[in-house]
């Protein structure tokens, strides 16, 4: 088995990606919330190189609280990156660690502004664990890689969408990214930074995983409570005890030697995204970020448990795509 090699596999947020490539896609994910909440947004910028060499970039605009998207296309050659730190262009906007500038005019949309990011808390990178893929980076032939820059964070700054400018200064934010070849078949994925107590956040991912001519179902999650990052995930030895799909709920539970977290998420509006396969932004996905999910986290000894948190997240992000039938559930 051969590993992944180069720098930037300690350095997930930064492009992992050539000029020329195929069968490969990769995209960062921005959720930003105003002060108010009452204007969420997704922007995901991108690229995609399929297996017969067509190629694109692109930047996805998702509007949460109308459940509406926009997809905008350009050329891979308006595609620009940093090798040594987290810096993309794409045309006329850019996209770092330190926030975003939009300059879009095309399909009948003008959204033009800034925004940055203040107080980032990204997943830990470790030398044997660089980030939320644990030392499953070091694998070349994973589907998917998944990547999280910012749990929680604020912001600052402003955006013009079609005339109608919107102040997000004093709101939060999320961060994420996604690289590889395709999304799983089927999978869940949950996350929130928006809870009764601030500066707490998490992420949650159950998904098929192929391996070596088979599969399994994996997972990872990470709960920011506290100033520290808990990892519940396949290669940390936790467990799934409980997996619950309906047709309105997802409930997962989450256990290791020590804590318990427990979530339940319920569906909301949500919106039609371009997903990758085999590079190519062909797929679909439904996804909400107005969604709620409850949260309970949960200290184990021998003779007792403490309730560490128990609370609601609000403004969150629910996906639950593909083959979902096929997860087994687990109570």
């Not at 051969?2 to 896609?25: A, H, L, T, V």
């Not at 509406?68 to 350009?74: A, C």
């Amino acid at each position: 088995m051969q590993f992944r090699r180069g720098k930037r596999i300690w350095k997930p947020e930064i492009y992992q990606g050539k000029s020329d490539m195929r069968r490969y896609f990769e995209g960062w994910y921005f959720k930003i919330v105003d002060k108010s909440e009452k204007n969420i947004y997704a922007i995901i910028p991108g690229v995609s190189f399929d297996n017969e060499g067509n190629t694109h970039a692109f930047i996805m605009f998702f509007n949460g609280i109308k459940a509406s998207m926009n997809y905008f296309n350009f050329d891979i050659t308006d595609f620009h990156y940093s090798k040594k730190r987290f810096q993309i262009k794409i045309g006329k906007n850019s996209f770092h660690q330190n926030g975003f500038n939009l300059d879009i005019n095309s399909n009948n949309q003008k959204i033009k502004g800034k925004i940055n990011v203040k107080n980032l808390k990204p997943w830990p990178v470790k030398t044997l664990s660089p980030g939320a893929m644990g030392w499953y980076a070091f694998v070349p032939f994973m589907e998917c890689y998944h990547a999280v820059i910012g749990f929680d964070h604020h912001l600052d700054g402003k955006i013009n969408i079609n005339g109608n400018e919107i102040d997000f200064t004093g709101g939060r934010g999320y961060i994420e990214k996604d690289y590889g070849k395709s999304f799983p078949s089927y999978y869940i994925w949950m996350q929130s930074n928006h809870f009764e107590t601030e500066e707490i956040s998490v992420m949650a991912s159950v998904a098929k995983i192929p391996w070596l001519g088979s599969s399994f179902d994996g997972f990872v999650v990470g709960f920011l409570f506290n100033g520290e990052v808990y990892r519940f995930a396949t290669y940390t030895g936790a467990k799934i005890i409980k997996l619950q799909l309906s047709n309105n709920l997802v409930s997962v539970h989450f256990q290791d030697k020590k804590y318990r977290l427990e979530l339940e998420a319920a569906k909301s509006a949500s919106v039609d995204l371009h997903s990758p396969i085999e590079g190519s932004m062909t797929g679909r996905i439904i996804e909400s970020i107005t969604a709620k999910i409850h949260a309970k986290f949960v200290k184990i000894s021998k003779n007792k448990e403490e309730i560490l948190f128990d609370g609601n997240g609000r403004n969150a992000g629910l996906d639950i795509g593909g083959k979902i039938e096929e997860l087994k559930e687990v109570s």
